[in-house]
C-alpha cells in the first residue's frame, strides 16, 4: 500500500501514468476553484508537513519495480504541487530512475512568477498549467486564489517560463458555465495564450461532482469556444460527450487547419466519413502532415 504513489491510471493524452502525490492526507492549495474536485478549504501559500524527497523516491522505486509498464510519472498533490519546498530536488531525483518515463506535473501556474519554482519546472518533460481566465476579474470570481497571487504576474511568469523551456508546455482551460464561456472570454485568452506561446491547450468542462455549485458547459459550447483559439494545437478534452459528426468541405478543412493544428481525437468526433476521406487525401498529397504533442497526435497543414 503506498502512501504518496497512485495509479497506474490510463490517460488518452498522456498514456499510463503513475501519479506522486505530495500532499496525500489533506487539500494544500493556493486555488480554492468553484470547480475543485476537492473540498472547498482555505487557501494557503506554503505546504504544511511536506514529505521528504526520500520518503516519496523510496515509494516511487517499488512502484516502478510494481508497474514497469507506465508510460509517465505525474507530480500533482491534493492541492498544489509547486507548493512543496523541495520540488527541484524531487524531480532531479525522479529523473534519475526513470528510464525512458515521461515526467509531467499538474499545476494551477501561480507559482510560475517564483524564479526558484520555474527553475524545479525546467526539470520536468511536461509541464500543465491552468489558465482559465485572463481578466482579473473572471479569474477571482472563479479561482478565488490566495491574496499573495497575481493574474497578471502568473500570465507574465508563463511568458517567460515558456521562452526558456525547451520541453513540452501545455495549458488547461476548463469552462464553468455562465462564467468564462463568453466569446469575449475566449477572445481574451486567446490574446494571451498567442504571447504564452504553449505546445498545447487543453480545453475541458467539468465533469465530476465540484466543491461548489457551478455547472459544466456542452461540448458543441467547448467546440464553439475552440474556434476563438488560433495557431496553438487545442484538444477539446470528452469524456462523456456524445457528439454528431459533421461535413466539412476540404475548403473548410484548410481553413481549419490553418487556423490551429486539429487534434486526432476532435477529428474523429466531429469529422463525417467523407470529411476524413478529404483529410485523408490532403495528407496522401503533402498537403497536410501529423505532427505529436506532449503524446497527442495533431493534423497540421504544410502550405
Ligand atoms: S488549483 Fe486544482 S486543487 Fe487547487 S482549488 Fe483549483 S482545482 Fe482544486
Not at 114 to 134: H, N, T
Not at 165 to 176: D, I, M, P, Q, S
Not at 211 to 226: G, K, M, N, Q
Not at 252 to 273: N, T, V
Amino acid at each position: 500500500m503506498f502512501k504518496f504513489i497512485f495509479g497506474p491510471v490510463s490517460s488518452r493524452r498522456f498514456g499510463l501514468s503513475l501519479g506522486v502525490d505530495l500532499s496525500p492526507d489533506i487539500k494544500q492549495c493556493n486555488f480554492d476553484c468553484l470547480y475543485c474536485e476537492l473540498k472547498g478549504a482555505k487557501t494557503v501559500d506554503t505546504m504544511q508537513n511536506p514529505p521528504s524527497v526520500k520518503e516519496i523516491t523510496d515509494e516511487l522505486k517499488t512502484a516502478l519495480k510494481k508497474y514497469p509498464d507506465i508510460d509517465v510519472i505525474t507530480v500533482t498533490a491534493n492541492g498544489e504541487p509547486t507548493l512543496y519546498p523541495y520540488l527541484k530536488e524531487l524531480a532531479r531525483e525522479i529523473n534519475g530512475l526513470k528510464c525512458d518515463k515521461k515526467l509531467l506535473i499538474l499545476s494551477n501556474g501561480a507559482l510560475i512568477t517564483d524564479k526558484s519554482v520555474q527553475e524545479a519546472l525546467l526539470e520536468f518533460d511536461i509541464v500543465k498549467l491552468s489558465l482559465d481566465a485572463a481578466t482579473p476579474q473572471l479569474f477571482k470570481k472563479l479561482d478565488r486564489a490566495h491574496k499573495s497571487v497575481d493574474l497578471e504576474r502568473m500570465i507574465e511568469g508563463m511568458k517567460e517560463f515558456s521562452g526558456v523551456f525547451k520541453n513540452e508546455l501545455v495549458l488547461e482551460t476548463l469552462v464553468v458555465k455562465d462564467l468564462n464561456d463568453t466569446r469575449d472570454d475566449f477572445l481574451a485568452l486567446n490574446r494571451v495564450i498567442n504571447e504564452i506561446k504553449p505546445s498545447r491547450i487543453d480545453l475541458g468542462t467539468i465533469d465530476r461532482p465540484s466543491a461548489y455549485r457551478v455547472l459544466p458547459v456542452s461540448f458543441e459550447t467547448l467546440e464553439i469556444l475552440s474556434r476563438e483559439i488560433e495557431n496553438v494545437p487545442l484538444v477539446i478534452v470528452k469524456r462523456k460527450a456524445i457528439v454528431s459528426p459533421k461535413e466539412f468541405s476540404l475548403d473548410e478543412i484548410i481553413q481549419l487547419l490553418r487556423r490551429r493544428p486539429q487534434s486526432a481525437e476532435d477529428i474523429e468526433a466531429f469529422f463525417d466519413k467523407e470529411s476524413k476521406e478529404r483529410l485523408k487525401k490532403l495528407l496522401d498529397e503533402g498537403r497536410a502532415e501529423t505532427v505529436s504533442v506532449a503524446g497527442v497526435v495533431f493534423y497540421k497543414i504544410l502550405q
